[in-house]
Structure formats: structure tokens, C-alpha cells
């Protein structure tokens, strides 16, 4: 028989397979012999009270042998002779879902990305954290993968019901991820696991007769009469298809730029901006689990936090336990970053985001304090993080040191005499962060320390650094689509997707919005 039981149980009995076995022998009024086996089929940390409980779902096998975790397997089609192809620009997690489900449905994807294959990627990134040289196609945002590779792998989302998100998950699985991701409440993968998991999903595109090209950059788009004709490359190429999906990312400007020029409709889009902050691990974990060491059964805690500080909306964001700080700007003379963790998230640091929203008003008033003069157009949010990014790049020194201040002087309007050891290999250098930032976001960020210090024992401290700057958030521009086809409403072979559209915010809503856009693609055309 099998049955399904919810246990409440100590972080070290819940780490302790023969002590979860006791419990439901417990729960079901059995011997514990009578327990062949479990699953677990959800897991979750309840820390709010001083005893920290995991709450875990669990299916038993109770006088039956136990069978394996029921594993969906998708299946993909050979594409090599497909009547029709789609041509998917960038490799990121929105661009790699959608050339999977079209291979589900038959449809060839010719995946085209302007940056190199993961493992090439690899020495980029290290030239960049070692040398501080940015190589503009191959960084933290652009390559296979796109920036989920390299990414702290995260998988969860607030807009679960955008998409198919337990496919996305079962697909992170398939293609090697742990099981975990299945049934955590907040599962992670880890940027030492995603690469392998990347390169798993290339393999499948190309042994089923679809493509996958780099350094292969769109650089111009031929349209006539509603439609698109071509894509052209930087490398001279002209590429043609049946239909195009655009999953750039927040980070390509170029193409925004393009869009613009080309006068393809395209909106300016509100983001978030601010600083990333890293504290000691330990003090994190004394907060949030009550303790003043944390028990070996517990991960590395995180937090999210939210406030509004006049008016304004003050939130973390992508807050990695254990984790580093990352360099992730895309070309030389700015500055972002950004974070990650290994799977073990076994690092000293815990580092999170902590942006303000951004208007457009916001901007036009940037602008004008700075008396610089700027068009008002769907780029102006575009140029206002830019501004701020090249601001935090000189503040810095150059060579992607970081300008940085401790959490309280920051908060006092003090400069640092010195800064805390912390993870941005690159390395920081002390400035007074209201140079760098707009006003209203260092002061909203002044408030935010404040009041999450009040909720959180220990948050508000000098021990905690903050660094700037957390500016690719989200992307700063709209590309619109119809409601009814998701094309654009100006070429009906257009699709707009992922993160750079405008319609995902992290890994597994860009995922889902490719999928979505190929499912829209192949329903038209049955
Ligand atoms: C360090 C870091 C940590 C992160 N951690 C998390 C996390 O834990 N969880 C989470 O959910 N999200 C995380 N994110 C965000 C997440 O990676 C993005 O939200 C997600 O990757 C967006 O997917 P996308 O496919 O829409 O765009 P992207 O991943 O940005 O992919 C776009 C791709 O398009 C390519 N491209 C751009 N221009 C062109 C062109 N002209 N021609 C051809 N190709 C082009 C790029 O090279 C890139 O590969 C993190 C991001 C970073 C940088």
C-alpha cells in the first residue's frame, strides 16, 4: 500500500532516512519493518519559531516494495527533414526551452548566440574576475546558457502560473539536475551543476537534427510588408525561417538599439536598481534560525526581505547563501554585479540584491539634476542604467573594482576607513555610494537598511558591505507582443521572449515563456 503523510520533524531527524522511516511507521500505526521505502515529495524550512522545523510530504511504501520517483521523460523528435524551422536568437534558458519544446513538436530550432559554448566561456569569466577584462560577447550575461549558466541556479519564480512550471523543473531533471529541484520548495542547482545541464540540452538539440551556432550575433533584421525576411549576422550570414523568436536577455542593448532604428515597436520598461550587500554567512543564520551557530542539518539560510520607504517599493533580491559576489557587466567601463553560490553553497559570504524601483519620471529627473540632456524615448530607461553603471565603474578605479561602503556609514553618510574581507574577486575600493546612485535610490536604500534591521536581528550592521552596482534586474524595455498570437504586433512572424522582452524575471519564467512562444508558434500553423 502506499500512502501519503506530512511530518514535522527536528532539521536532524528530517537529515536522517531511518528516522523518517520511524516517524511514518509512527504516523501510519505500523511496525517500522512495514516500511519498505519513502519518497520524499515536498521539503520545506518553517523557521519562524525558535525551534526550526522541516516540514516534509512524504509518500511511503507500506508493506510494498518501494518503487523509484516517478520520472517524466520527454520526448524529442527528429527535426533534420522538418517542414518548418524556427530561428531562436539566444542561447539563454528562454531561448533553450523554446528549441526544446519545438523539437517536442516537430519544428526545427536553429538556435543562433552571439557568445561561446560553456566550457570556452569558462576562461572569460576568469579574465574578467582575474584581470578585470570584460570580453564583450562571452561574460556573466552572454554565451550558451545565457546568464542562467553561470548563474546561481535558483529555480523558483513568483509567476508560477505563467507557464508550465513543473515541466520546467522535470526538464532541469532530465537533463541532469538533482532531484531535489523536484521537491524543495526552493530548489537550487548551483553554478558548479549548470554548465553539465546546459551542454545536455545542446546535445539533444543537435543528435535530433536541430542547430546550434556561436558566435553568431544578429545584427540586422530584413522585413517587408509585416514579416520578417532574414536575420543577418555579424559574420556576413543571412539566415532565414519560418518564424523568429527574439530571447536576447536583459543585457543585449545592441538590440534594443536595432529595434529602435529600425522603428520596431518597442517600450521603455520600469526596473529596479541598487546595491548588492554581503554579510558573514554567520550572522544570517543567527537571524534567521535563532541560534548563535548553525546546526550542520541546516542549509545556509537566505531571506527576503520588502519594505516601502516613501512610497517606494525597497526589496532583496536573488540573495544567495553562501555565494560571491559576481562581476556581470557586459562591456568595458561599466560596472554590475550580481551574485551566484556552488550547490554545496558552502562559502563564508551571503549576498543578495537590495534595489529600489526606478520610473520613468525618475530618469527624466536624473537627467535634468545631472543637466545632461536626453530623449525621452523607449532607450531612456536603457541610458539612465547605463549612466549609472559607467558612474560606478569610475567610482571604482577601473578594471571592475567595485566602489563599495560599509552597511552603516553607508547609512550615515560616513565613508569607510576600511572594508570587510568579501567574495567580488575583482576587488573593492571605498567611495561614498551617493555619488554613484541617484539620490532617491540611496536614500531609499538609507531607509530599507534601517527597518529590515529592525526585522532581522543582526541585518543592519557594519559588518555588512555594499556594493555597487545591482542594476540588471530586469530589462529597462518592453518589446510588445499581441495578447492573441504573442507576435509582434508589427511582424506577425516576430516573437518576443524571455527576460529582454520583458516577460520573465529569472531562469525558469524565461524558461517557461519559451515554451509558451513555441506552443503559440506550432498552434498557429496546425
Ligand atoms: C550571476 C547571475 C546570477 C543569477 N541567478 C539567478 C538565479 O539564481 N535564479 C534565477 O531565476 N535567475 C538568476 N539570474 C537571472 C537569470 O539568469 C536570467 O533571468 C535568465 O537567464 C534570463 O533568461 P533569458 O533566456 O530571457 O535571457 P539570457 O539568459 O540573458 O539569454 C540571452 C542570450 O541571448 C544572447 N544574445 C544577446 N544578443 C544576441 C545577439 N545579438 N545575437 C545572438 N545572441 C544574442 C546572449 O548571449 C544570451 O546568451 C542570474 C543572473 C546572473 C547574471
Known amino acids: 500500500m502506499q500512502k501519503e503523510f506530512t511530518l514535522r520533524l527536528k532539521p536532524q531527524e528530517a537529515a536522517s532516512p531511518e528516522t523518517i522511516q520511524s516517524y511514518i511507521a ?46 517524466i521523460s520527454y520526448t524529442f523528435k527528429d527535426v533534420q527533414h522538418a517542414s518548418k524551422s524556427v530561428i531562436i536568437v539566444g542561447a539563454g534558458p528562454a531561448g533553450l526551452f523554446a528549441a526544446l519544446q519545438l523539437l517536442e513538436l516537430g519544428i526545427k530550432p536553429i538556435v543562433i548566440e552571439r557568445g561561446k559554448d560553456v566550457k570556452s566561456r569558462r576562461r572569460d569569466l576568469a579574465k574578467l574576475n582575474r584581470e578585470g577584462i570584460v570580453n564583450p560577447e562571452s561574460n556573466y550575461c552572454f554565451g550558451e546558457g545565457g546568464a542562467g549558466t553561470y548563474s546561481d541556479g535558483k529555480l523558483y519564480t513568483r509567476s508560477s502560473k505563467r507557464g508550465n512550471m513543473d515541466k520546467v523543473l522535470q526538464l532541469f531533471y532530465q537533463f ?16 558548479n551543476k549548470l554548465p553539465h545541464i546546459i551542454t545536455a540540452m545542446r ?30 549576422t555579424a559574420d556576413g550570414d543571412t539566415l532565414k525561417a519560418d518564424a523568429y523568436i527574439l530571447a536576447t536577455g536583459h543585457s543585449a542593448r545592441d538590440i534594443f538599439v536595432l529595434l529602435n532604428r529600425q522603428q520596431i515597436l518597442i517600450e521603455s520598461k520600469p526596473f529596479a536598481l541598487g546595491v548588492r550587500i554581503e554579510h558573514p554567512q554567520e550572522i544570517i543564520d543567527a537571524a534567521q534560525y535563532h541560534c548563535s551557530v548553525r546546526e550542520a542539518a541546516l542549509p545556509p539560510a537566505s531571506y527576503s526581505l520588502v519594505e516601502q520607504v516613501n512610497g517606494r517599493g525597497v526589496f ?11 562581476p556581470a557587466a557586459t562591456d568595458p567601463g561599466e560596472l554590475v554585479v550580481n551574485g551566484w553560490s556552488p550547490s554545496k553553497r558552502n562559502n563564508p559570504y551571503a549576498n543578495s540584491g537590495m534595489v529600489v ?34 558612474k560606478a565603474f569610475q567610482a571604482g578605479g577601473g578594471k571592475f573594482v567595485a566602489p563599495a561602503q560599509r552597511m552603516g556609514d553607508f547609512s550615515n553618510n560616513r565613508g569607510s576607513a576600511s572594508l570587510p574581507d568579501c567574495s567580488y574577486l575583482p576587488g573593492l575600493a571605498t567611495a561614498s555610494l551617493n555619488e554613484v546612485l541617484p539620490d532617491f ?8 537598511f534601517r527597518s529590515f534591521g529592525k526585522k532581522m536581528r543582526g541585518y543592519f550592521t557594519n559588518e555588512a558591505v555594499v556594493v555597487a552596482t545591482e542594476s540588471r534586474t530586469s530589462s529597462p524595455v518592453r518589446i510588445p507582443r499581441l495578447p492573441n498570437t504573442l507576435a509582434h504586433p508589427q511582424l506577425s512572424n516576430l516573437y518576443p521572449c524571455g527576460e529582454g522582452a520583458g516577460y520573465a524575471g529569472g531562469i525558469v519564467s524565461a524558461a517557461m515563456d519559451g515554451q509558451k512562444l513555441a506552443l503559440m508558434i506550432h498552434q498557429q500553423w496546425i
Request: net charge neutral; glycine share 8%.
Open 26 to 71: 509512527q504516523t501510519a500505526g505500523c511496525p517500522p519493518e512495514d516500511v519498505h521505502g519513502f519518497l520524499i515529495m515536498k521539503q520545506s524550512i518553517d523557521a519562524r519559531s525558535k525551534q526550526v522545523w522541516i516540514n516534509l510530504g512524504v509518500r511511503a511504501f507500506i508493506q510494498e516494495p518501494p518503487v523509484q520517483r516517478n520520472r
Open 316 to 326: 532583496s533580491f536573488c540573495m544567495c547563501p553562501g555565494g560571491i559576489i559576481a
Open 357 to 390: 524601483q526606478v520610473s520613468e519620471a525618475d530618469a527624466v529627473q536624473y537627467f535634468k539634476q545631472q543637466k545632461q540632456s536626453v530623449q525621452a524615448d523607449a532607450l531612456l530607461l536603457m541610458h539612465f542604467q547605463q549612466a549609472i553603471e559607467q
Open 203 to 232: 546535445q539533444q538539440i543537435l543528435d535530433c537534427g536541430g542547430e546550434l551556432h556561436f558566435n553568431k550575433k544578429l545584427t540586422d533584421i530584413v522585413h517587408s510588408n509585416g514579416k520578417i525576411n532574414a536575420v543577418r
Open 176 to 191: 541532469g539536475a538533482d532531484e531535489t529541484v523536484l521537491y524543495q520548495s526552493h530548489p537550487h542547482i548551483g553554478t
Open 441 to 448: 535610490v540611496y536614500k531609499s536604500l538609507q531607509g530599507g
